[in-house]
Nanobody, 115 residues
């Protein structure tokens, strides 16, 4: 079992920045993938960015060039730096972990971008 705790959401104006953080604990495994997904009202949950334990990152086309995912394997944390935010980035952002015991989700943190 893996526990994920997110922080860093909030309200920001369009063009602004936010940084999300996620701390993982439990049976994380040395080989895993961590990432961020988001779900806007009335829409399906979608991938934002993922990063492997080896450091390979993957981004949704909609956030490429604006968001940067990073992780600290020693601290079991993954961060998402979000720049040039747009109103369409408004959503609940969920931390995700995929490892030896399967997939785990955090509780989610709200990000609201005003126009």
């Amino acid at each position: 079992q893996v526990q994920l705790v997110e922080s860093g959401g909030g309200l920001v104006q369009a063009g602004g920045s936010l940084r999300l953080s996620c701390a993982a604990s439990g049976s994380i495994g040395s080989i895993n993938v961590m990432g961020w997904y988001r779900q806007a009202p009335g829409k399906q949950r979608e991938l934002v960015a993922t990063i492997t334990s080896g450091g390979r990152a993957n981004y949704a086309d909609s956030v490429k060039g604006r968001f940067t995912i990073s992780r600290d394997n020693a601290k079991n944390t993954v961060d998402l730096q979000m720049n040039s935010l747009k109103p369409e980035d408004t959503a609940v952002y969920y931390c995700n972990h995929v490892g030896p015991l399967g997939r785990s989700w955090g509780q989610g943190t709200q990000v609201t971008v005003s126009s």
